[in-house]
């Protein structure tokens, strides 16, 4: 059976600002950001979804897991985020290789990477 792939990044950001009464001061700004990647793989040809059992092998070499759990009934895949839904999981600079698990099978495996940009944040490139 071929596999059913969604894969998604969400790059949420929270912005807090604070203007100062007085004229001279600056404002204060509170920035935070968070890069996570979101996985749902399905067999598209299944009357009803599976659960999906993910790994995600770190730079390190360390592998985190996460399970996915099918939504209406099994209607439609589940879907996990790292590093949020994981076990143990790291955002750390390097590639990031995960596979997808159903029924005892690989169904779908890929790559992501984290890279530190200029102001040391952390960011999602598609790999």
């Known amino acids: 059976m071929k596999a059913h792939v969604l894969a998604a990044t ?23 950001v968070h890069a996570s990647v979101s996985l749902s793989a399905g067999l598209k040809f299944a009357d009803r979804e599976p659960v999906v059992y993910y790994e995600v092998t770190q730079p390190s070499g360390k592998v985190s897991k996460a399970t996915a759990t099918p939504v209406n009934n099994g209607d439609r895949a589940g879907r996990v985020t790292y590093p949020d839904d994981f076990t143990d999981a790291g955002m750390h600079p390097g590639t990031y ?4 698990r159903a029924n005892g099978k690989e169904i779908a495996s890929g790559s992501f990477q984290y890279i530190a940009n200029k102001k040391g944040f952390q960011a999602y490139v598609p790999y």
């Open 10 to 32: 969400f790059l949420s950001a929270c912005l807090f600002a604070s203007t100062a009464s007085a004229a001279k001061e600056k404002d204060a700004v509170l920035l935070s």
């Open 97 to 100: 290789q995960w596979t997808a």
